[in-house]
């Protein structure tokens, strides 16, 4: 596991280094990772899903209108 410092501008890296610009790179390279890592889980039980049920119906619900009909 990749663990990444961010430092605030004023922090310990100046401002426009190649340090400061790889720091950011790293720091893109690892928060893509983990959005990537997200998709895929997603993916993954949206197939499993599909192909378990073969339909998947999505309804939205609007709680408040629901909870003022009801007595």
Same mark, same amino acid.
């Given at each position: 596991?990749?663990?990444?410092?961010?430092?605030?501008?004023?922090?310990?890296?100046?401002?426009?280094? +190649?340090?400061?610009?790889?720091? !950011?790179?790293?720091?893109? =390279?690892?928060?893509?990772?983990?959005?990537?890592?997200? /998709?895929?889980?997603?993916?993954?039980? +949206?197939?499993?899903?599909?192909? !378990?049920?073969?339909?998947? =119906?999505?309804?939205?619900?609007?709680?408040?209108?629901? /909870?003022?009909?009801?007595?």
């Amino acid at each position: 596991m990749i663990v990444i410092k961010h430092y605030e501008e004023s922090d310990q890296t100046p401002k426009n280094t +190649s340090a400061q610009y790889m720091n !950011e790179q790293k720091l893109a =390279i690892a928060h893509e990772k983990v959005a990537n890592q997200r /998709l895929y889980y997603l993916h993954k039980v +949206s197939s499993r899903l599909i192909d !378990e049920h073969h339909v998947i =119906i999505i309804e939205t619900l609007r709680i408040e209108t629901m /909870l003022k009909n009801h007595p």
